[in-house]
């Protein structure tokens, strides 16, 4: 094989060569189970997206899908306008980072690189060059002769991104790239990931099903849950403002209060819960219903001196108390039926609550939002 195609590409250094990908009604079936149903998305030239979900929910499937390694049963995949479905994994230029990172471990760190533009047919002279230029980027410039086992975690890792991008691919598929590592080399390890991708410009599509990460690092996130997707946006957007109740419950911690409802007024509705407790909040994807649920995060709880006049305010009794370090949580009952979690940040100026106190807890009408069953994933009252 020449390397005709290989020195048509634009060098390591080189940002923003990352193209656009489109999955166009997947659907994937295994007999009578649905893995995915009708997905469409379109990922942005550049852009790091997240595929975010539980066990099951077809992220892994859709990622896998567009690598090549496995086919879809309908629908089409798209990059740069070419369609790749009906290409073999080798033929589709789309770096893999897979979990367990599969480095050849009777190679050297060098030789690892390489094998991608080895497989390629790429001259020795510029094989060299390129992963030299590639460790340099990962900042291992120096190991490229030691083994995998002789690297920690985080380096094994930065290896297995280096391997992925040295042939400059206009996609990086990532599969839970950092699930191996412990908690604080992991994060370190996000921040590092964002600067790679973003100094290189590549599309980024990872799969993972911790929030936070997806939280930190991705553009915009797609949400998936029974082989769909929930809502696909910023992470801002999926945080404050929820299409569903399983992104709401999925994305970051939230209080859930269900009830009957009461008024509905304009963007606002009441609702009433088994415990006589009356609150009011945005609708969301609202459709006709007697029964609702209203979502507000921990951290828009106001609890004891902090809680002014907002639309929600109610007396309560701390139940339990979990100290976190740069957040306390309160886990407060405002009624026979009904608990509520605060999450307050652990400032000197917070005065703290024990259990059995009384206290006062609140939010306002805009920090809370109100589902109906009919654009949720089940019965609020199971």
Not at 187 to 196: I, P, S, V, W
Not at 321 to 338: F, L, M, P, T
Request: with cysteine; charged share 25%.
């Amino acid at each position: 094989m020449s390397d005709a195609g290989f020195s048509s590409c634009p060098s390591i250094e080189t940002r923003g060569f990352g193209k656009s990908v489109q999955v166009r009604l997947a659907s994937k079936f295994y007999g009578d189970f649905a893995a995915l149903k009708d997905v469409t998305l379109t990922v942005n030239p550049g852009e790091f997206l997240t595929l975010l979900g539980p066990s099951g929910s077809g992220k892994t499937t859709t990622m896998m899908a567009i690598a090549g390694f496995t086919e879809l049963s309908s629908g089409a995949i798209l990059i740069d306008e070419n369609r790749i479905d009906h290409l073999p994994p080798n033929r589709r230029n789309i770096g893999v980072v897979f979990q367990h990172l599969a480095l050849f471990p009777h190679m050297s760190v060098a030789d690892n690189v390489a094998f991608p533009l080895r497989m390629r047919g790429v001259p020795e002279d510029k094989v060299r060059l390129r992963v030299r230029r590639v460790l340099e980027l990962v900042e291992l410039p120096t190991f490229g002769e030691r083994l995998p086992s002789q690297l920690s975690g985080g380096q094994q890792q930065r290896v297995a991104f280096a391997r992925a991008v040295v042939f400059d691919p206009p996609v990086l598929l990532l599969d839970e790239p950092l699930g191996a590592l412990d908690r604080k080399l992991r994060e370190n390890m996000q921040a590092e990931l964002k600067r790679l991708q973003r100094q290189l410009g590549i599309t980024t599509i990872m799969v993972t099903h911790d929030q936070e990460e997806a939280l930190t690092v991705s553009d915009r996130i797609a949400v998936m849950s029974n082989g769909q997707l929930e809502q696909i946006g910023s992470p801002e957007e999926l945080y404050q403002y929820p299409a569903t109740p399983f992104v709401a419950d999925f994305v970051g911690d939230s209080n859930r209060i269900v009830g009957t409802v009461r008024t509905v007024a304009g963007d606002t509705c009441t609702i009433v819960t088994a415990g006589a407790i009356e609150c009011i909040g945005k609708k969301r994807n609202w459709d006709d219903a007697s029964v609702a649920a209203l979502v507000v995060r921990p951290e828009r709880v106001l609890v004891g001196r902090e809680v002014g006049a907002v639309a929600n305010r109610f007396n309560g009794v701390i139940e339990n108390v979990n100290y976190a370090g740069d957040s306390i949580k309160y886990v407060i009952r405002i009624s026979r039926e009904d608990t509520l979690v605060a999450k307050v940040r652990n400032a000197p100026h917070h005065s703290r609550l024990h259990v059995g106190e009384a206290t006062v807890v609140g939010w306002g009408a805009d920090d809370a939002v109100v589902f109906t069953p009919a654009n949720s994933l089940g019965d609020y009252r199971n």
